[in-house]
């Protein structure tokens, strides 16, 4: 069972830093955390959301932020982590579709997602391709993936606009 909630220490930098050092190698993922959160223009509050274990410890944790597509507001999945120990639990996917659904409840329509093909489609993402959305860097095509939360909508094409923290 995982809870899905904000984190509670908007304030305070280094829980998810924390977590993302003990999901990953390095601590780029941290970093980069640190520096959307300090981005105005792509950090959107409610959209950083963290699945917690039945003992109350984190155990997964998915960050969406503004950017663009040719100048249409979009947002990126990324990153996404889960603590080694809660691998295999469900945990990222619960944080994963808690912002996913955080999205949606406040209007969102287009999230991208740079990553695993064989993964990303249990949520509903598709190649961008397929909307016309291309990355600003070369990547395989099944590996840049987009989803229309409201298939009422429009959706832009073109090229991706990260956030300068993604530096591309």
């Known amino acids: 069972d995982h809870l899905d909630r904000p984190p509670r220490d908007r304030g305070r930098h280094h829980r998810h830093p924390r977590h993302h050092l003990a999901a990953f190698p390095t601590s780029e993922e941290a970093d980069l955390i640190d520096a959307l959160r300090t981005d105005p223009q792509a950090w959107i509050d409610g959209l950083s959301l963290v699945t917690e274990g039945s003992d109350g410890t984190l155990a997964g944790h998915a960050l969406l932020t503004r950017c663009h597509v040719d100048g249409a507001p979009a947002l990126a999945l990324a990153p996404c982590a889960v603590r ?27 999230v991208l997602v740079l990553g695993h093909p064989e993964y990303y489609p249990r949520f509903g993402f598709t190649p961008a391709s397929r ?14 993936m987009a989803m229309a939360l409201d298939d009422t909508r429009p959706v832009p094409t073109g090229t991706i606009q990260y956030p300068a923290a993604f530096g591309v």
């Open 84 to 110: 080694p120990s809660a691998q295999r639990s469900g945990a990222g996917s619960a944080a994963i579709r808690a912002a996913l659904d955080a999205a949606r409840s406040l209007g969102e329509n287009l």
């Open 131 to 144: 909307f016309g959305i291309r990355a600003p860097f070369d990547v395989p095509d099944e590996a840049m």
